[in-house]
């Protein structure tokens, strides 16, 4: 995904989740272990939300390209997030939600890891 194309994805999934009723917490966030690229709260919820555009299906659903090893890195990097803002990760609810477009069409997916 080009780094234009990919800018322009996640402000529509910050749009389109504000839509929703979550909140913006922080974009782009970096650590020694990867980046996330949308951390929002849903009620008591922290939310790590990773967005995936691709203009057709030819290499596959953009979901398809949230592996394992992509979830490791964004569960340590999460982590981290929260333990900076002074939260303690293993009493802190949370989840992990995708936003893909394919062709422009969105798709949601609520609690992947869950």
Avoid at 21 to 35: I, P, Y
Wanted: charged share 20%; glycine share 6%.
């Amino acid at each position: 995904m080009s780094r234009r194309l990919g800018q322009q994805a996640e402000q529509r999934a910050v749009t389109f989740l504000q839509q929703q009723g979550l909140t913006l917490v922080a974009c782009n966030v970096h650590s020694r272990f990867g980046e996330l690229d949308i951390v929002m709260r849903d009620g008591a919820y922290w939310v790590c939300v990773e967005v995936k555009a691709r203009a057709s299906h030819h290499h596959g659903h953009p979901a398809e390209f949230v592996t394992a090893a992509k979830l490791t890195k964004m569960t340590k990097t999460f982590v981290r997030f929260l333990i900076d803002q002074g939260h303690n990760p293993n009493h802190t609810p949370q989840r992990f939600d995708v936003v893909t477009f394919n062709n422009d069409h969105l798709q949601w997916f609520k609690n992947i890891a869950g």
